[in-house]
T-cell receptor, first 113, second 112 residues
């Protein structure tokens, strides 16, 4: 099964700054996704990270706020730009494999002050 | 788009009792239904899943049932243990490789 390493695990950031979250997978995967989980809430899909092309964003999420890169089949980054306290959430990377279905990284707990 | 409703939002049981969490979905095109367990400070972990060509699936103390006609599926945990305490999420997807839509989660508390 794919092992997902997500960095950083947590961070406290000043409003107006940006944070880039990294997701590294130990095997090539076709599908990679980024989710947001606000405190005490469920998971909401931000975007599908497409290898070699622009990410596909869900309604309510835009590239200027959440730019995503996916340079190859094992790595992706999500940047949270111009942060405000409302961006305080857990951000999760997810991949899909035929054997294990959807698996999630351990998440990045972001607090914006 | 797909909408997944999950009940109850919290569930408290005594150790050894059974726990049942129920979900309904709206999109008849959905064919893949996973369940996740999320412990505090961790990412969700897949515990069991079912596809629409199967009505029931069991893995030790955990089982999932699916009624495709009624568009609902349930998670059953028997002989609950304190380490089962966590938040459980149901989800639905069209293919299992497309995007997942999650329910709002159920906090399960198992008291010794």
């Amino acid at each position: 099964s794919a092992v997902i390493s997500q960095k950083p695990s947590r961070d406290i950031c000043q409003r107006g700054t940006s944070l880039t979250i990294q997701c590294q997978v130990d095997s090539q995967v076709t599908m990679m996704f980024w989710y947001r989980q606000q405190p005490g809430q469920s998971l909401t899909l931000i975007a599908t990270a497409n290898q070699g092309s622009e990410a596909t964003y869900e309604s309510g999420f835009v590239i200027d706020k959440f730019p995503i890169s996916r340079p190859n089949l094992t790595f992706s980054t999500l940047t949270v730009s111009n942060m405000s306290p409302e961006d305080s959430s857990i951000y999760l990377c997810s991949v899909v494999s035929r054997v294990r279905g959807y698996t999630f990284g351990s998440g990045t707990r972001l607090t914006v002050v | 788009g797909e909408n997944v409703e999950q009940h109850p939002s919290t569930l408290s049981v005594q150790e050894g009792d059974s726990a049942v969490i129920k979900c309904t979905y709206s999109d008849s095109a959905s064919n893949y239904f996973p369940w996740y367990k999320q412990e505090l400070g961790k990412g969700p972990q897949l515990i069991i899943d079912i596809r629409s060509n199967v009505g029931e699936k069991k893995d030790q103390r955990i089982a999932v049932t699916l009624n495709k006609t009624a568009k609902h599926f349930s998670l059953h945990i028997t002989e609950t243990q304190p380490e089962d305490s966590a938040v459980y999420f149901c989800a639905a997807s069209e293919t299992g490789y497309s995007t997942l839509t999650f329910g709002k989660g159920t906090m399960l508390l198992v008291s010794p």
